[in-house]
């Protein structure tokens, strides 16, 4: 299917197992990120890439990890989950250049609670 | 202080009325203003995009922008159930791909 899609939509797991979210794109976008809603807090972006092997940090990006060794997939990594990061996470991607730059596409997002 | 600031309502209309979303700004170097809406455990999904100032018109919404006053409206007219949802306005600069957002506003508009 053509789009931005996640999986697990759903995840429930245990303080201090790692968790693995994965986001994939089939538009070729350039660039692709990850971001945190909570109640209160809106949209938190935890980490970014503007190509493939190229990512950065957001704005919360303590606990996570993420790689791109393709264009088309960004995982996120919880390396050992705590009650905090009980959250929806959502992936999103766009283009580099266009009429509509800097438009974000977003995934269905995957609800992740910590227990 | 935030660099974009949105009431997060929720704000409560009855059907058919005109309804108004703002957000306001502090960095005038913000040239892209957008509006999502996002439906209960959905995505955000792009409304409306306008680049730099003035207003753009799609359907029953509008989208203002005006840059002097740091200031972006989103406004609704006949408004239906169906738009009941949350309002996120998003903001940057020419050279950052990186969105700033609002917190989002809950809107809801009763049958």
């Known amino acids: 299917d053509a789009g931005i899609t996640q999986s697990p939509r759903y995840k429930i797991t245990e303080t201090g197992r790692q968790v693995t979210l994965m986001c994939h794109q089939t538009?070729?976008?350039?660039?692709m990120f990850w971001y945190r809603q909570d109640l209160g807090h809106g949209l938190r972006l935890i980490y970014y890439?503007?190509?493939?092997?190229?990512?950065d940090k957001g704005e919360v990006p303590d606990g996570y990890v993420v790689s791109r060794s393709k264009t088309e997939n960004f995982p996120l990594t919880l390396e050992s989950a705590t009650r905090s990061q009980t959250s929806v996470y959502f992936c999103?991607?766009?283009?580099?250049?266009?009429?509509?730059?800097?438009?974000?596409?977003f995934g269905p997002g995957t609800r992740l609670t910590v227990l | 202080q935030k660099e974009v600031e949105q009431d997060p309502g929720p704000l409560s209309v009855p059907e058919g009325a005109i309804v108004s979303l703002n957000c306001t700004y502090s960095?005038?170097?913000?040239?892209?203003f957008m509006w999502y809406r996002q439906y209960s455990r959905k995505g955000p999904e792009l409304l409306m995009y306008?680049?730099s100032s003035g207003n753009k018109e799609d359907g029953r919404f509008t989208a203002q922008v005006d840059k002097s006053s740091k200031y972006i409206s989103l406004f609704i007219r006949d408004s239906q159930p169906s738009d009941s949802a949350t309002y996120l306005c998003?903001?940057?600069?020419?050279?950052?791909?990186?969105?700033?957002w609002g917190a989002g506003t809950k809107l809801i508009i009763k049958p």
């Open positions: 999103a991607s766009s283009e580099a250049s266009g009429a509509h730059r800097n438009e974000q596409f």
């Open positions: 538009w070729s976008h350039s660039y």
């Open positions: 890439s503007a190509a493939a092997d190229i990512t």
């Open positions: 960095n005038s170097a913000f040239q892209y």
């Open positions: 306008t680049y």
């Open positions: 998003a903001m940057s600069d020419y050279s950052n791909y990186q969105l700033i």
